[in-house]
């Protein structure tokens, strides 16, 4: 009768797995997980935790605790000292800032994509003299950020290569619905994809777009209600654009869709859309809930006293006049 397995000898099998076996274990964990953990387990772990082929691509996904705000900065400028300038792919969500954007570009100018989501403490300028030193960028995902159009337009002069742009739920202020969409058409020429989820653009920026950008294959419209596709505009997106999606589309495969509908406001809105508030047609900027819990709270103040079974006081968001309306 055959013996038992030693555990022991389990365990030595275990460690012993081919390299490549074991790396696509730990690229699984993804970047915060082998930092917190992973590269603890063993010493074969370990050293191979700092190899920077392990940091060719960066996912700091993270929910969005600020208490955690200094660790996960702390972690991300670690992980792109370890890719030793083979960074090619990075993630940042909610704790980014000029000073760890600048890390990230004065050390990865291979960087060919880069994703911020929710970064707040990102000013125009902090992106700006990012995209000065990334030449090689193609991909640029800008999903609920406070970046306007003077950030987009340095991105466009200074990375020319930029292929791809994701730039969502930004609402543009001063009546400037079509600043950055003429921005896009004027300095981003070779786009192949772009994404304006929840833009306040016009038929005329969309037309600028649809002028500035002929190699565009991809164009995803999705809540941007000011559109009106009827007729020859319409019928250009439709034959020009190889995938298009267009304002009621819908957004089951957005990745925030839990985002896109969240709160009753005298009768129930989504991400942007029109009330009749004193008797005039506004709209109503509801991206600034992205940035709150589901409770409606948000890092610095508590909305408790404002907030009752899904209803927001109307007052805390703001009112935009209706473009389309006379």
């Given amino acids: 009768m055959d013996s038992a397995p030693d555990p022991a000898d389990e365990f030595r099998n275990w460690l012993v797995l081919p390299r490549n076996v074991t790396v696509s274990i730990l690229l699984r964990l993804g970047a915060i997980e082998i930092l917190k953990s992973a590269q603890m387990v063993c010493s074969p772990w370990h050293s191979l935790c700092k190899d920077p082929s392990m940091w060719r691509a960066i996912d700091m996904r993270n929910s969005g605790n600020h208490l955690e705000f200094p660790n996960f900065q702390k972690m991300c400028r670690h992980a792109v000292d370890r890719s030793c300038g083979h960074l090619v792919d990075i993630n940042v969500e909610y704790f980014g800032t000029d000073d760890l954007l600048r890390h990230i570009a004065d050390s990865s100018s291979q960087l060919k994509r880069l994703r911020l989501v929710h970064c707040n403490d990102i ?6 003299q990012a995209a000065a030193k990334l030449e090689l960028l193609e991909e640029l995902a800008i999903s609920y950020c406070p970046f306007s159009k003077e950030a ?3 991105v466009g002069r200074c990375c020319p290569l930029l292929k791809s742009l994701k730039f969502n739920s930004r609402v543009q202020r001063n ?3 079509d600043g950055e ?3 896009i058409a004027e300095n981003m020429s070779e786009l192949l994809r772009l994404q304006l989820f929840g833009n306040l653009l016009t038929n005329d920026g ?3 777009i649809l002028d500035g950008c002929p190699r565009l294959e991809s164009l995803d419209l999705r809540r941007c209600f000011n559109l009106i596709l009827a007729g020859d505009l319409g019928r250009r997106c439709s034959e020009q654009i190889k995938g298009l999606r267009l ?3 819908s957004i089951d495969d957005y990745e925030f869709n839990d985002c896109c509908s969240f709160v009753n406001v005298s009768g129930g809105f989504s991400d942007i859309e029109h009330a009749n508030v004193s008797g005039g047609s506004k709209f109503f ?3 600034y809930i992205n940035y709150y819990d589901e409770d409606c ?3 610095d103040h508590n909305y408790d006293d404002d907030y009752d079974d899904g209803h927001i006081d109307i007052e805390y968001f703001e009112a935009y006049d209706d473009p389309n309306n006379d």
């Fill in 123 to 128: 000013s125009d300028e902090g992106l700006s």
């Fill in 206 to 208: 969309l037309q600028a």
């Fill in 175 to 177: 009546g400037d619905y």
């Fill in 285 to 287: 900027d509801f991206s």
């Fill in 297 to 299: 709270h948000d890092y």
């Fill in 152 to 154: 987009l337009k340095a």
């Fill in 181 to 183: 969409a003429l921005t």
């Fill in 247 to 249: 304002p009621h589309d």
